[in-house]
């Protein structure tokens, strides 16, 4: 089987997947029940400074976002950093490192933005024996009020100017986890390069409500009548975690930053999917918080199987493997001409294409008497609709034309590359360029 050991900035672990630092890495119970499940490294929940330790909400803390068929789309949450005695967590990580000397174990810190705070907790947390840093500048809610998490990880100046005091308090490979809460993530992403942080990690949670009680008129989770934003996380924000994963790698500036991909891997195929777009490594929360610590077997033994057909040796062979082929929209290929088509012998009729096509789209799917369904070409622009919408996979698909085929719908042929740089309606097309 391929090779699934992974090297993060010189953190060795026996495979790519870690527990991103949340409730399942909250106590040492947890991370040794983790690694017997065979979980590669973990990032320790959060620890703050010493003294009495954050105090959580005792009501609800999570809200959430579910399928139809009621599976956990997503996780919204507003717990704090870990509520426990530092002196206890340090204890804990030291006998858990011991015992798991090939596993990573990784110290996330949130402390207050002092150089004072950053440059003594540091040197300390590292006599665990722990294999690196992960700074916490990503929490949306309670540690953001004071100052902390993204309060820190919205302001590239303090990214910088933290990772600095970091890097300078320790030997160790610091890790800067960043919040997707900003605009664009290559300034927090390019602070953290330039104060001199080993990675990245991201995503962070993103700021939300989940829903609101209609009766009580208060968002969820409520804790005594009142509710506030808390941070989601899960399959749902796995979309937003990719491009920012992704707008990194392809950045110039920040292309040779290790990232450690997070936000909603659940199987094998979304940590390749992270590997792909740039990600040396994945972190995981709500997969293992929904089905438990063993859904890492199947991510080890999927990806291994992934990378055995494609030939990959190592997980880093398949890293970055799709990152030349994201690209700024105004780079798409105008000459690329598809056309929709319907399986007869798939399709059940139910004529959620049609009515999609036919109310939102270009009118471009016929539907004869006896309910058949048929795309018509000179209509269809491709948009693709039809196939996201229709319940069975599969059933309709996107027919590519050939080069030199004439295009029923503008009545042209199928010509060379070219973009909308080049387009002569592109009035814009100097600045593009
Ligand atoms: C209940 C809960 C608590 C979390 N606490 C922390 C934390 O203390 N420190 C941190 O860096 N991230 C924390 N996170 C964020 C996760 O580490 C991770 O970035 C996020 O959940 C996205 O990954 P996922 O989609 O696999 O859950 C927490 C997430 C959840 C659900
Ligand atoms: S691809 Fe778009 S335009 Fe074409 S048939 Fe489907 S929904 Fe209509
Ligand atoms: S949505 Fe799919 S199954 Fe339904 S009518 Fe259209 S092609 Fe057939």
């Not at 949340?22 to 040492?28: G, L, M, N, S």
């Amino acid at each position: 089987m391929a090779d699934l050991t992974s090297d993060f900035c010189g953190i060795k672990s026996p495979n790519p997947f870690w527990l991103a630092s949340a409730p399942p890495t909250d106590k040492e119970y947890n991370v040794r029940r983790a690694f017997e499940a065979g979980w590669g490294g973990v990032v320790w929940k959060t620890l703050g400074e010493a003294g009495p330790p954050v105090v959580n909400v005792n009501g609800p803390r999570y809200g959430a976002v579910h399928g139809a068929d009621r599976r956990l789309l997503a996780l919204n949450n507003i717990e704090l950093i870990t509520d426990r005695p530092l002196e206890v967590n340090l204890e804990e990580m030291t006998r858990v490192k011991r015992d798991y000397p090939d596993r990573a174990l990784i110290a996330s810190v949130m402390v207050p933005c002092t150089e004072e705070a950053w440059t003594e907790i540091l040197p300390r947390i590292a006599e665990t024996g722990c294999d690196g840093f992960e700074l916490n500048f990503g929490c949306p809610h309670g540690m953001a009020e004071r100052g902390m998490g993204s309060a820190v990880g919205q302001v590239p100046e303090y990214i910088e100017m933290v990772a600095r005091w970091c890097k300078a308090a320790t030997g160790l490979p610091v890790i800067v986890k960043l919040t997707p809460n900003v605009t664009n993530i290559l300034g927090p992403a390019e602070a953290a390069l330039r104060g001199g942080a080993d990675a990245v990690s991201l995503i962070n949670t993103v700021n939300s409500i989940t829903s609101v009680d209609l009766d009580s008129f208060a968002p969820q989770p409520t804790i005594d009548g009142k509710g506030t934003h808390g941070g989601l996380c899960g399959p749902a924000v796995k979309p937003i975690a990719l491009n920012m994963v992704a707008e990194i790698a392809r950045n110039p500036a920040t292309a040779g930053l290790p990232i450690s991909g997070i936000g909603g891997v659940t199987t094998w195929r979304d940590a390749a999917e992270f590997l792909a777009l740039g990600a040396s490594n994945v972190q995981v929360c709500t997969a293992a918080m929904t089905y438990g610590f063993k859904v890492v077997q199947e991510m080890i033994s999927g990806l291994g199987q992934y990378m055995d057909e494609k030939g990959f040796a190592s997980v880093s062979d398949l890293s970055r493997k799709a990152v030349p082929n994201v690209t700024d929209w105004q780079y798409l290929n105008l000459n690329h001409v598809t056309k929709a088509v319907i399986s007869q012998d798939d399709c059940i009729k139910c004529g959620r294409c049609y009515i999609a096509c036919e109310d939102t789209s270009h009118q471009a799917i016929a539907m004869s008497p006896d309910r058949s369904f048929t795309v018509k070409d000179e209509d269809c622009v491709a948009c693709n609709l039809c196939v996201n919408v229709c319940p069975v996979e599969g059933c309709i698909t996107m027919k590519t034309l050939p080069h030199g085929a004439v295009d029923a719908r503008t009545g042209r042929e199928v010509g060379d590359y070219a973009n909308w740089t080049t387009h002569p309606n592109n009035v814009m097309a100097c600045s593009a360029e």
